[in-house]
């Protein structure tokens, strides 16, 4: 189907010729004339397509009223990876070449309901309903990604959906219950036309509309740019410097939904060959900066298992789908979370420009708030994380006002390796403490060389004191935060003795 977007939209741009959009919905191929690049997915749903089950909430990511899920060939290109996603955040062209699923395309069985759809009703798990098809897109990922999954994954699928009415048990009911509603264990979903395409087919259909150029949108004043290869990015960027570079879109969307910002020119990483490879070479973790960071912080856990409730607590799964490791570094906020355990493991990101290719260390990487060393035309092409050392402790801590989905006031990371009882080498870096975040060096001289106890933790503790001097906000006073890194500090300490569980997860939630 080809659809003029700017007619949807009753727009009277007379913009000059430029790519269609094209995107699976429904077992059948859009193609998007003249869309305006910064139109949200959600926008497009409930006002071009009178798609009105998905809600807006929060227009921020937050809720997950907007929950739809989105697909595409994975890497292999023989299966298709589905992840839930807000669509309130993202933009229209980041959907070119993937399928779009919202809750008006389960109608897989006879009687009009999925599976999910079955187990909702069945479990009670609606209440007012706003929410609710938030919540069946979510439990859909998961039906499909995951067949027996623990009471952790699905209370992991849930992060990003809120319940105003607190139906929780009834919704986790529905997620062990829904696969029982399961016709057959490969059911698919049914076109409106009745037509049923099997992944086989639907991979086929994705190979049709696959884009082997960049794609370029033009409306108005308005310039979107996916290009396919870093080498192709960096003339882009080299050409406007002042263009938006657009990763997974998690802060930009905001700009627009909330702050109501006119971008003129953006650049989206997410096509871009080089940076979207994840490798795992003899020494390094090798992250493209637009993989996606559920893959990322999949890859990272595997080799650093100490990261695993860090990243588990990072945001929520539809973000993690759609965040990227390198967006989070170079938006350098000085409470982004991934970066003080990759600080403590002494990564290196490889910057690039029509200038060539250098290579800077991370915990050299932010000279102040909002200061990076970052030259014009110039953006992270990979990231480089060190395999850990067979000996090295490495763990992160993250101190916010919930456990799901919540913004830190104190993130803290640590390395740790030890010739016996004294301590031959300590990394300490922090978040929400300062205006970036940064290595404790105070509070590493106090530990490198002494023996790994309490006394030198306190007094390693006390020497972050020399370290930071945090703000009050929102989030939490300067002593509180203080305080709370110093803690944790001490925390970790017990966890390497053995004397407190490694993780907080389970309190009150497992059953």
Known sequence: MTVDANSLTSETDSAPTSDAI????????????????TRTVLEFLREDLGR?????????????????????????????????????????????????????????????????????????????????????????ALYKTNPSPTRMDIDDALAGNLCRCTGYRPIVAAARSMYANARNSDDWLTSPHGADLRPAERIRQHLSISRESALEIVHGERRFLAPIDAAELAHALARQPEATILAGGTDIGLWVTKQYRQLHRIVYTGRVR????????????????????????????????????????????PIRNIATMGGNIANGSPIGDSMPALMVAGTTLLLQSIRGIREVA????????????????????????????????????????????????????????????????????????????????????????????????????????????????????????????????????LETRGEVAQTVYGYGRRG
Not at 22 to 37: C, S
């Open 274 to 317: 080089e940076l979207r490879q994840l490798d795992i070479s003899p020494t390094h973790i090798e992250i493209g900066a637009a993989v996606p960071l559920a893959d990322a912080a999949r890859v990272m856990v595997e080799r650093y298992p100490g990261l695993e409730e860090l990243f588990r607590r990072f945001a929520s799964p």
């Open 52 to 140: 009105t089950g998905t809600k807006e909430g929060c227009a921020e990511g937050d809720c997950g009223a907007c929950t739809v899920v989105v697909g595409e060939v994975d890497h292999t290109g023989e299966d298709l990876d589905l992840r839930a996603v807000n669509a309130c955040i993202q933009f229209l062209p980041t959907l070119d070449g993937k399928e779009l699923f919202t809750v008006e395309s389960l109608t897989a069985n006879r009687d009009g309901l999925h599976p999910v759809q079955r187990a909702m009703v069945d479990c009670h798990g609606s209440q007012c309903g706003f929410c609710t098809p938030g919540f069946v897109m979510s439990l859909f």
């Open 22 to 37: 094209r995107f699976i919905l429904d077992g059948e191929t859009f193609e998007l004339e003249r869309a305006d690049p």
């Open 362 to 493: 991370l915990d050299r990487f932010y000279a102040g708030y909002q200061q990076k060393d970052l030259q014009p035309g110039e953006f992270i092409r990979t990231i480089r994380i060190p395999l850990p050392d067979a000996d090295a402790i490495l763990r992160s801590h993250k101190l916010s006002k919930r456990f799901d989905q919540d913004i830190s006031a104190v993130c803290t990371a640590y390395r740790l390796q030890l010739d016996g009882d004294r301590v031959r080498e300590f990394r300490m870096a922090c978040g929400g403490l300062a205006g970036t975040v940064k290595r404790a060096a105070h509070c590493e001289r106090a530990v490198i060389g002494h023996r790994w106890d309490r006394t030198t933790v306190d007094q390693a503790a006390a020497a972050l004191a020399d370290d930071f001097s945090p703000i009050t906000d929102m989030r939490g006073t300067a002593d509180y935060r203080l305080r709370g890194a110093q803690n944790l500090l001490v925390r970790f300490f």
